[in-house]
Nanobody, 127 residues
Framework: QVQLVESGGGLVQPGGSLRLSCATS????????IGWFRQAPGKEREGVSC????????YYADSVKGRFTISRDNAKNTVYLQMNNLKPEDTAVYYC????????????????????WGQGTQVTVSS
């Protein structure tokens, strides 16, 4: 069955870095775009980044551009989110999810287009 498992979250000081991993199984990662979302307490789940599979395109929310980098290793069935210069407002539960196809184009932020989700990993940025 399709599974996505996030790891790498934790407590970090402002300005610090974390690398999240999304280990996938049950499908061929090379055939699907993978997105990262986050949800802070009392807020809606929002798109952070997405990696398409067939054309190598990546997408970022304006709030994380220049600080976060998404990458994938299809051979290891894993997608990464490198987060640098973290800010308190980055505090949230981070989820990875499988898009319905290989390239999301302008729909990468749409939660309804993602059919499978991981359980999430907590990221807390605080001094």
């Amino acid at each position: 069955q399709v599974q996505l498992v996030e790891s790498g979250g934790g407590l970090v000081q402002p300005g610090g870095s974390l690398r999240l991993s999304c280990a996938t199984s049950g499908f061929t990662l090379a055939n699907y775009a993978i997105g990262w979302f986050r949800q802070a307490p009392g807020k809606e789940r929002e798109g952070v980044s997405c990696s398409s599979s067939s054309n190598g395109s990546t997408y970022y929310a304006d709030s994380v551009k220049g600080r976060f980098t998404i990458s994938r290793d299809n051979a290891k069935n894993t997608v990464y989110l490198q987060m640098n210069n973290l800010k308190p407002e980055d505090t949230a539960v981070y989820y990875c999810a499988r898009y319905r196809g290989p390239v999301p184009y302008g729909l990468w932020r749409s939660r309804a287009m993602y059919h499978y989700w991981g359980q999430g990993t907590q990221v807390t940025v605080s001094s």
